[in-house]
């Protein structure tokens, strides 16, 4: 869900996957692992690649449902 999430979020927000490498110091390869889920960023990737995307790092994890269901406190 991840990988989905990230490669659709970069391309609505109108980067490559090469810029998104650079901008991380990152190698295409080891960004195009996290999008396919071969492999994830750290906490601090996690954190820079939200940033980048003004997203949450909620979003980027896939919980925008479970953050809306469990928003009036249940």
């Given at each position: ?56 790092t ?17």
């Open positions: 869900m991840f990988g989905k999430c990230l490669n659709e979020t970069r391309k609505l927000k109108g980067f490559t996957a090469q810029q998104m490498a650079d901008l991380l110091s990152v190698s295409l390869r080891t960004y195009r692992n996290y999008e396919s889920e071969r492999s994830y960023p750290d906490f601090g990737k996690l954190v820079s690649i939200a940033d980048i995307l003004d997203v949450s909620d979003y980027l994890l896939c919980r925008n449902e479970f953050l809306a269901k469990h928003a009036d406190g249940h």
